[in-house]
């Protein structure tokens, strides 16, 4: 496709269930990023990849949070044992080149819900 | 680390108006300065972004910033708002080599 395309659009868990969310970002593009949105928030970073190295995920709220990108294209983000803290909408990003001199590309993200 | 700041919550402008969105960063170097744009139920999309040259930058839609190392500003401007410019607005900072931070938003209400 033309854009980066995030699925599920909308993933509701029941607090303990493990979810798996997809993005796959525009075609060639080298950076791919996980940011959480909260409601009435901005976006907080995650993690970024360059190709399929992960090369910052300070943002990652616990050791619940995992993501991965194993062939440089495709990335899940894994959340397991979530939590209601845990809902919010979780936006996917890529750009060109490297991260900071790139316009970001986001997707429509997943908004997830932890009941 | 790199942080932003944008002070306004909520800004109300009526239609016709000028605009002046405030954001204001923290950062070591010169930074790599945008401003997004979130309209209800879209993506985030891309106005402006300032990387180095002339301080006054020029984005899509007729908004514009510019960048004062003085102040560690970069305040979005628009001469003229319409009621379709109702949206969040998100300033951001980043770094060659690092990730791109978020300020909290401002969400612009238009009055008609």
């Known amino acids: 496709g033309a854009g980066v395309s995030q699925s599920p659009r909308y993933k509701v868990a029941k607090r303990g269930q493990d979810v798996a969310l997809r993005c796959d970002p525009i075609s060639g593009h080298v950076s791919l990023f996980w940011y959480q949105q909260a409601l009435g928030q901005g976006p907080e970073f995650l993690t970024y990849?360059?190709?399929?190295?992960?090369?910052?995920k300070s943002g990652l709220p616990s050791d619940r949070f995992f993501a991965e990108r194993p062939e440089g294209s495709v990335s899940t983000l894994k959340i397991q044992r979530t939590q209601q803290e845990d809902s919010a909408v979780y936006l996917c990003a890529s750009s060109l080149g490297r991260v900071g001199n790139e316009k970001l590309f986001f997707g429509s993200g997943t908004q997830l819900s932890v009941l | 680390a790199q942080s932003v700041t944008q002070p306004d919550i909520h800004i109300t402008v009526s239609e016709g108006a000028s605009l002046e969105l405030r954001c204001n960063y923290s950062?070591?170097?010169?930074?790599?300065l945008f401003w997004y744009v979130q309209s209800p139920g879209q993506g985030l999309q891309l106005l402006l972004k300032?990387?180095?040259?002339?301080?006054l930058v020029q984005g899509i839609k007729g908004f514009e910033a510019e960048f004062k190392r003085s102040q560690s500003s970069f305040n979005l401007r628009k001469p003229s708002v319409h009621w379709s410019d109702a949206a969040e607005y998100f300033c951001a900072v980043g770094d060659r080599d690092d990730k791109i931070i978020f300020g909290k938003g401002t969400r612009l209400h238009i009055l008609p």
């Open positions: 990849f360059q190709n399929e190295a992960q090369l910052d």
């Open positions: 950062y070591g170097a010169t930074p790599y």
């Open positions: 300032y990387f180095s040259g002339d301080t």
